[in-house]
């Protein structure tokens, strides 16, 4: 089948849908997480499950009492439970998280025998690991201090490094939906303030998060949400169908008000929501794809600056 034809076209609209799936399960489950490694371990199974993974690792870049870098594991899941501890925690894969993090850029799907010694390539293919790529991840903040256990050093500004293991070179669009869905959660985390502002003690005080707050909030209330044109891939598969496929409720309930016209505070007016509600709807509309965020003389607005900022 061609790169255009009907089945291609098919597998891509049933990712975006899993990607979707994927994004609404994300968002509930950041409401239930207070820390950043916690989210981590939720990530790295769901991508596993969902995604058809092998083995995901989750590496976070932290600093020792030397003031000297190093990679931390904070998440590890896999397919295969056979697959030995050791070999998940040994030294190369610490080396490769940490050579990403200094480059600060993803590592390419490549075949194992590219990017390991042939050593640790026979090593991995003897458990059916034959692929992997990397997304390099970084957020406007550091963890607080309740993710780093007494002892095992400071954490940066947050750098992360997600490693994932494949048998048989897995599909562009899965490959893009995985990179989607784990830089999303990175925004999520620092809107839900899993990373605090790496200012010190001055961003930790309650007024100036209230203040921050503040700020945020009221240029919330000014922008103008519009729907997105692009419906073709957020629809059922039905022929027949027109409707959007939203499973949050009042992210459903926000997007039938939405009309290009109305700001975010008439639309709680409209909607009966209140401002944190109509935030976490937009949040998920936005993640979704469903909805562009305008100011007031119609310019698009960067939505992931608008859930940074939140």
């Known amino acids: 089948m061609s790169q255009g034809g009907y ?20 968002i509930r489950a950041v409401r239930d997480v207070r820390l950043l490694d916690e989210l981590f371990q939720w990530l790295s199974p769901t991508i596993v499950r969902r995604f058809g993974v ?17 990679m931390k594991l904070q998440a590890l899941s896999s397919q295969d439970d056979s697959l030995p501890q050791h070999l998940a925690l040994n030294k190369p894969f610490a080396d490769l998280a940490g050579e990403i993090r200094s480059w600060q850029t993803e590592l390419a799907l490549s075949h194992i025998r590219n990017v390991f010694t042939p050593f640790q390539a026979t090593l991995l293919q003897r458990y059916g690991l034959y692929y992997c790529f990397a997304e390099y991840l970084t957020g406007k903040g550091q963890a607080p201090s309740g993710s780093n256990p007494a002892g095992q050093g400071t954490l940066k500004p947050m750098e992360a490094v997600a490693l994932l293991f494949f048998s048989q070179p897995p599909h562009l669009e899965i490959q893009r939906s995985i990179s989607y869905v784990l830089r999303l959660a990175i925004q999520l985390a620092e809107t839900n303030a899993m990373l605090l502002p790496p200012t010190g003690a001055q961003s930790n005080a309650p007024g100036y998060k209230l203040q921050l707050q503040q700020e945020s909030s009221s240029a919330l209330l000014d922008l103008v949400p519009h729907r997105t044109e692009d419906t073709d891939l957020m629809t059922t598969s039905s022929p027949l169908s027109n409707s959007i496929v939203i499973s949050d409720k009042k992210a459903r309930r926000l997007y039938t008000v939405i009309d290009g016209r109305n700001n975010v505070k ?3 007016n409209n909607t009966r929501l209140d401002l944190e509600e109509i935030t976490m709807a937009l949040q998920f509309l936005l993640a979704g794809g469903y909805i562009l965020l305008c100011d007031s003389s119609g310019q698009v607005v960067d939505s992931s600056q608008f859930l940074n900022s939140l």
């Open 54 to 70: 092998q083995v995901v690792q989750i590496w976070v870049a932290q600093i020792d009492h030397q003031g000297q870098c190093f």
């Open 266 to 268: 008439e639309l709680c």
């Open 7 to 26: 089945g291609d076209n098919s597998y891509r609209i049933n990712i975006s849908k899993l990607r979707m799936a994927v994004t609404a399960e994300l």
